[in-house]
């Protein structure tokens, strides 16, 4: 059975520090990995996608890595603003079958 | 603007009375998909459809049912709805690219419902 597990659960840096946030899956044999963004009672917004085959993805500040073999991925925020406060979920897509297993999040907290 | 819409946003309800969450995609997707965010227990897929009348369980499918006889829209259907439902609820579409598996999810901003 898949588990998808983010540590650390909760993280204050203050601004303009670069940050990793980590994620690790039980099961190698997934499609694709993707990075989401929540804010506090609001909707997910994807911010980055990698699949099965890529290593990396790049989005302005965010960088997203996939090691496939080792179960893990991070995601790497770059010179850190307070907008940047949100809870991070990872989330993999273990098959065709379009389920998405998530994990429980890291909240960030990026102090001015 | 290319958008999953969900209504209602908010919903107080009684246990017992049947209520209907609409979802709704303005992108053609092919799949479209039922999640529950709880504390503590993160989010969980309830129903997912691959396509217009094609629909299948995920892990937590007890006490909804589902519908697709539109691509464009996936009801969510809580005929009895009982106080555990209490829960933030999302639906996500996806597609295929033209090049290849994508699977990028878009998710639709929540529906809170609030069973007394």
């Known amino acids: 059975k898949q588990e998808v597990t983010q540590i650390p659960a909760a993280l204050s840096v203050p601004e303009g520090e670069n940050l990793v946030l980590n994620c690790s899956f039980t099961d190698s044999a997934i499609y694709n990995l993707q990075w989401f963004r929540q804010d506090p009672g609001k909707g997910l917004t994807s911010l980055l996608l990698?699949?099965?085959?890529?290593r990396e993805q790049t989005s302005g500040r965010l960088n997203a890595s996939l090691d496939k073999s080792s179960g893990r991925s991070t995601l790497y925020i770059a010179a850190s603003q307070p907008g940047d406060s949100a809870t991070y979920l990872c989330?993999?897509?273990?098959?065709?079958?379009?389920?998405?297993?998530f994990g429980s999040g890291t909240r960030l907290l990026v102090r001015p | 603007e290319a958008q999953v819409t969900q209504n209602p946003r908010y919903l107080i309800t009684v246990t017992g009375k049947k209520l209907t969450v609409t979802c709704s995609q303005n992108?053609?997707?092919?799949?479209m998909s039922w999640y529950r965010q709880d504390p503590g227990l993160g989010l969980r897929q309830i129903y997912y459809?691959?396509?217009?009348?094609?629909?299948d369980k995920g892990d937590v499918p007890e006490g909804y049912k589902v519908s697709r006889k539109e691509k464009r829209n996936f009801p969510l259907i809580l005929e009895s709805p009982s106080p555990n439902q209490t829960s933030l609820y999302f639906c996500?579409?996806?597609?295929?690219?033209?090049?290849?598996?994508?699977?990028?999810?878009?998710f639709g901003p929540g529906t809170r419902l609030t069973v007394t």
């Open positions: 459809s691959m396509n217009v009348e094609v629909t």
């Open positions: 990698i699949q099965s085959s890529q």
């Open positions: 996500a579409s996806s597609h295929k690219t033209a090049t290849g598996i994508s699977y990028e999810q878009y």
């Open positions: 989330a993999v897509l273990r098959d065709s079958s379009y389920k998405l297993i």
């Open positions: 992108m053609n997707h092919e799949y």
